[in-house]
DNA sequence: CCCATCGGTTCATTATTTGACACGACGGTG
DNA sequence: CACCGTCGTGTCAAATAATGAACCGATGGG
């Protein structure tokens, strides 16, 4: 691994829950030598990527995110691109929607569109990564990109969300397997307790499946006409994204299905 | 300089205008070799800072810096912070004002309020660095923070940008001198033609300056009474900033003044 | 058909990174 | 006070990763 990636690989360990990461706690985090890591903080400090509390000498991301981010989303409006559609899924459906792209063995949530209905609602953190095998969109990534990504999720140790989640190979392939047969993949709890997630694939210009759309709800609404509904979304869904990415679906995408 | 820095800097050179480079043209950017250059690109696209299209091979921002920056504003909200106090100065002034934070020998702009009048107005783009020498952010900047970055300034190659650019370095001193006497910076084209711009710094919670708040004109409305009005906004403006930003003035900045 | 340009790849050499250890400073605690 | 953990530095030999020149295949002109 090279050095850059471990620099970088630093930056993702800060999340809306973990917004300050002081010297000590990355070595726990990476493991790393202590030297190593200050020498790496330093040189994104120093570069805007991240910035010091001078009193508590913790570490928080820093300005020149923002800036990257900002020319990222005025010359590749792939937000704005998406809010739209999932707006209108997330508003058919009354249930949280989300759209999320492929990041190394991870999700990185995209955009979202919350509910804002009494009641229970999933709570989704744009902040935080999506494992592979413990989620919905996980499985519809995992059935629609290249083989070999499955073999390094299957080959890295599979961590254990609930009770639910999938930690056996073999079930993990069968799951995959289902899910492209079906189009879609379905997550009961397997990643967060009481949270019934659905996704599918969404594609780019070339046919290459590169992120996912997906449904979360309380366990308890998921009653079989919503799951027929939100499959239904999901289909369309998939295809409008696509194409909002100036993607389309593979050719014998329909097809497929059995 | 490290491996690290060098492949971070490649991201800089990503902008508005030109938000696709292809890797010839970073070699000219960059004067670096072709190869090195390659592996730099790599793995950053693989942690998702970059992605590439298929098609032209062309490099642009990748999904991963939204993500961070998402991190980043819901924890650190400083551009929700600045923004009402920015919009309601751009709007007494009916100009627009910009808030820019210091990185490295550039400031990077953090938040900016365009006005919408008829007639001429500044082109702001908030994806593009400012230098220090030639903007009114920077004078300010240079002014009140520590004496060696204006040292770094003027050791480098000075860039030239407009017949009003500062490019000796003891004018650039006398420039700096002046500002801190005054509290606020002023330049006249000397950046952009037909542009005039004045800034005052913004400082955190130890009293260190960390960024400016500016105003830019097109050079023709800056009348004395204007300048003025300008001056009155940016000493109050910049008080509000700091304490957005959990800061405050040092003790003695108000009894500077000359 | 030749030449230039571009993205990508290879490989031996070189320079950098790495991690172990040690030291000083700081802040909290018994 | 002594003790503890933490951050920030240094040093240094060994390991590793970065480097740049050369090379390859594809593409596009003239």
Redesign the interface.
Known sequence: M????K???L?NY???TQ??IGLSEFRKLTGQDKATIY??LC??E????LGQD??TRLY?????????????????P??DAVAPIVDSISDTLGELVHVS?L??TCL???YHADIHIRGTRVYFD??E?LPLHATASGLAMLAFAPADLLEEVISAPIQKFTESTILDPNTLRIAVKKTRQRRFSISDESFEREVCSMATPIFD??QCAFGTLAVALPAGRATDEKRAAIVAALIKGGEDVSKAFGGSLPANFNEERV
Chains 1, 2 share one sequence.
């Open positions: 090279g050095t850059i990636t620099a970088l690989n930056l800060f999340s809306v917004p300050e020498r790496h040189e994104l120093s570069n805007g990527f001078r009193q928080h991301l820093g300005p020149a995110i923002l800036r990257l981010a900002n020319v990222r989303e005025k010359t590749f792939a937000r792209v990041q190394g990185s949530p995209l744009e902040g990564m210009k070339d």
